[in-house]
Structure formats: C-alpha cells, structure tokens
C-alpha cells in the first residue's frame, strides 16, 4: 500500500504509523521495516497435538488465537487446528518446521524422535514443580536453552501453561512396596514407563480413547492420566478402586506454543511482542484453570465412587528416584545436548530447591 492512500485511511494506527515512517527515516539506523506498524493482516494456521477443545490444554490455543486477535485489533488471525484436522497430531512439530502451519501448541516431550533433549522441557520424573519450571524458563535462562534446542527445525518455542503437580495414577491393586510394581502393566508413557520398567514393571502403549476399556478389562492394571479433572472426564474413578499421588514421573510438565521461526521473525515487531505476550497469559490460564478445576473434580470424584486417594509409601518413592537416575544417566550419556539440558535443570533445581523448601513447603506442611 502507498503511503498515500494509506495515510487516507485516518485511522489512529495509520496516525502512528506515519509518526514512526518519519521517525525511521530521520534516524536510518534504526529504519528497520518490520518495526512499522500497518495494517497489513497475517492469517496464521495452528496444528495442536490435541484432540479440538480438549478441556484446558485444547482450549487454550483457541484463547490464544482470540486474544492475539483482540490485541492486534483484527491484524492477525491464527486458525486453530485439533489434532488430525489439518495434520495428524504427532506430526505438529514437522508441519511447523517446514511451514506448512505457521504456530503449534503441544508438548515438547512428543518430540523426543526429533531431538532428545526436547523432553527436558516439559517433564522429568523427580523434577521441578510448575512454579519452579516457570522460574528456570522465564529467569533462569531455560528458556534460552529451549530456543536453542528448536532452532536446527527453523522453531521457535514458546510457553503455553502447566499442568501443574500431576496425579500417580489409577489403580486395581495396592502398591505397599517396590515389589508390587513388579508385573504391573501400566499405561505410563515417556520416561516415567522407562522407570516403571527398571522396577519390574511394564509399561503399556495405549491410545487415550482405549484405556477406559484396557484398564476395565484388566488388559491394564494401571493409568496414570492427568489429574482430577481430566480423569473424571475420562471416568476411571468407576473402574479403579486406588487413586495414588503423587505423579512423581510428571511432577510439573510444561506445554508449549511453536511458532515457525522465519515466519515469526518476518512478522512485524508488535505481532511478535503480541504473540509472546498471549502466550505468557495462557501460561498463566493453563495453571490456574488446572488448579481450580482439579479442586472441584477431587471432591466430585470423592463424592461419587468409593475410591480410596492413596500416597505411595516413601521407600516406593525413593526406590523410584534411583531408577529415574539410572533412566537419566543413560539419555544424556548418548547425547550431548540433552547433557547440557539435563545438568542446567538440575543446576536451577539445586540453586531453588533451599529457597522453595524453606517458604514453600513450610506453607504446604504448617500453614495449610
Ligand atoms: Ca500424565
């Protein structure tokens, strides 16, 4: 658009606009094109590895895509896709990559087969909680790293929320010691199941829609899901007699947002600083959500069937985190880069554990 015409519009945004043409042109230095605010309008496509408006993780992206709409003032519109609408869902992060969709909204464990350092950042058994994961990404520089991670695929990551704390998962018999995980068959994915594994147990691939039937025909002794809210939805309190915490194999998993990262890069300043600035928000929705509706579903669950809500014993626990070491030993022992992920984790872990141990736990065990 020329500049003439544009300026005809008369709109407050053509207003400052022309103030920041002249700007750049008085100061060539700083004349850089995608800083000028237009009314030029990006139509963005979202590919999402959940099924469309999965309760919290699903509906963020469609908040996502409404408040950067708002924000942008109708500039930029991001289509949202559940998973297998435009691509299957575990094809999110090839789609983004190579520019067939503009953004994703997922997790980055899902990605394990593209580079394997991606899982440290939604997720390892024994790790951080939300509030300590947000810490290392937005200021201890877990963030940075991630970026790094998904530069090589032409990404960029992004926050996109925490589930928060997650539960241990369902189940049909007790586990009073270590040796009561050996034998047990349990949906558990990622390295949680490696660790299961290392205990004796097995760790079964089943498909989100099959577990309900695996677990009520004893194909499965056990689940682990989310927590409350989504697993009433999925209706295990009717079929599994124990509810155990805590999700020691998801102790905070973070999801993300993805955008492409030329496309992004291409965008206009104020669209990008828009875009980091929702994702920002839908980190905080997603946790908060997760919290509010999970209060309400424990006590709707606990109302309505007869499942006892059980804590592993602590040597079942501290048997766990030696084999989770072992697990870990042997992912960044193969590769480099999830070395340097994994040891910058555990750095921050160390350097916030005092800190949280003497505020936040103190609340957790005397003041609630
Ligand atoms: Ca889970």
Same mark, same amino acid.
């Given at each position: 658009?020329?500049?003439?015409?544009?300026?005809?519009?008369?709109?407050?945004?053509?207003?400052?606009?022309?103030?920041?043409?002249?700007?750049?042109?008085?100061?060539?230095?700083?004349?850089?094109?995608?800083?000028?605010?237009?009314?030029?309008?990006?139509?963005?496509?979202?590919?999402?590895?959940?099924?469309?408006?999965?309760?919290?993780?699903?509906?963020?992206?469609?908040?996502?895509?409404?408040?950067?709409?708002?924000?942008?003032?109708?500039?930029?519109?991001?289509?949202?896709?559940?998973?297998?609408?435009?691509?299957?869902?575990?094809?999110?992060?090839?789609?983004?990559?190579?520019?067939?969709?503009?953004?994703?909204?997922?997790?980055?464990?899902?990605?394990?087969?593209?580079?394997?350092?991606?899982?440290?950042?939604?997720?390892?058994?024994?790790?951080?909680?939300?509030?300590?994961?947000?810490?290392?990404?937005?200021?201890?520089?877990?963030?940075?790293?991630?970026?790094?991670?998904?530069?090589?695929?032409?990404?960029?990551?992004?926050?996109?929320?925490?589930?928060?704390?997650?539960?241990?998962?369902?189940?049909?018999?007790?586990?009073?010691?270590?040796?009561?995980?050996?034998?047990?068959?349990?949906?558990?994915?990622?390295?949680?199941?490696?660790?299961?594994?290392?205990?004796?147990?097995?760790?079964?691939?089943?498909?989100?829609?099959?577990?309900? #039937?695996?677990? &009520?025909?004893?194909?499965?002794? /056990?689940?682990? +899901?989310?927590?409350?809210?989504? $697993?009433? @939805?999925? %209706?295990?309190?009717?079929?599994?007699?124990?509810?155990?915490?805590?999700?020691?194999?998801?102790?905070?998993?973070?999801?993300?947002?993805?955008?492409?990262?030329?496309?992004?890069?291409?965008?206009?300043?104020?669209?990008? #600083?828009?875009? &980091?600035?929702?994702?920002?928000? /839908?980190?905080? +929705?997603?946790?908060?959500?997760? $919290?509010? @509706?999970? %209060?309400?579903?424990?006590?709707?669950?606990?109302?309505?069937?007869?499942?006892?809500?059980?804590?592993?014993?602590?040597?079942?626990?501290?048997?766990?985190?030696?084999?989770?070491?072992?697990?870990?030993?042997?992912?960044?022992?193969?590769?480099?880069?999830?070395?340097?992920?994994?040891?910058?984790?555990?750095?921050?872990?160390?350097?916030?554990?005092?800190?949280?141990?003497?505020?936040?736990?103190?609340?957790?065990?005397?003041?609630?």
């Amino acid at each position: 658009m020329k500049r003439k015409e544009f300026l005809k519009k008369g709109s407050i945004a053509a207003l400052s606009s022309a103030v920041l043409v002249n700007a750049c042109q008085n100061n060539p230095s700083k004349a850089e094109a995608p800083n000028i605010i237009s009314n030029k309008k990006y139509k963005w496509k979202m590919v999402t590895t959940w099924p469309p408006n999965f309760p919290v993780v699903g509906e963020i992206a469609n908040y996502l895509s409404q408040w950067v709409e708002e924000m942008s003032g109708g500039r930029m519109k991001i289509e949202v896709y559940g998973g297998g609408e435009l691509v299957p869902a575990l094809e999110s992060f090839d789609a983004v990559s190579i520019g067939a969709a503009e953004m994703g909204c997922g997790a980055s464990y899902y990605w394990v087969g593209k580079t394997p350092s991606a899982q440290f950042f939604t997720s390892i058994p024994f790790g951080m909680n939300a509030q300590q994961v947000a810490a290392w990404l937005i200021s201890g520089g877990g963030m940075e790293l991630w970026q790094e991670v998904y530069a090589p695929f032409d990404l960029i990551p992004f926050a996109g929320g925490n589930t928060g704390v997650q539960m241990g998962g369902w189940f049909n018999k007790r586990i009073d010691r270590v040796e009561d995980l050996q034998g047990l068959k349990m949906r558990i994915p990622g390295m949680g199941g490696k660790v299961l594994t290392k205990a004796g147990g097995a760790a079964v691939l089943v498909a989100g829609g099959e577990i309900y #039937t695996s677990l &009520e025909r004893g194909v499965i002794d /056990a689940t682990e +899901w989310i927590g409350p809210y989504h $697993d009433y @939805k999925m %209706g295990f309190h009717k079929i599994a007699k124990y509810y155990y915490t805590p999700g020691w194999h998801e102790t905070g998993s973070q999801l993300e947002f993805f955008a492409n990262k030329t496309m992004f890069e291409k965008l206009p300043k104020d669209l990008q #600083t828009i875009i &980091e600035t929702a994702t920002m928000r /839908a980190q905080a +929705w997603v946790l908060a959500e997760f $919290d509010a @509706k999970n %209060g309400v579903y424990l006590q709707k669950i606990k109302n309505e069937k007869e499942v006892e809500v059980l804590r592993f014993p602590k040597p079942v626990l501290d048997a766990l985190r030696v084999y989770t070491k072992e697990t870990i030993q042997e992912i960044v022992s193969q590769n480099k880069q999830s070395k340097k992920v994994y040891e910058h984790f555990m750095q921050f872990k160390k350097s916030i554990d005092p800190w949280s141990a003497l505020t936040e736990k103190v609340f957790y065990n005397d003041l609630m």
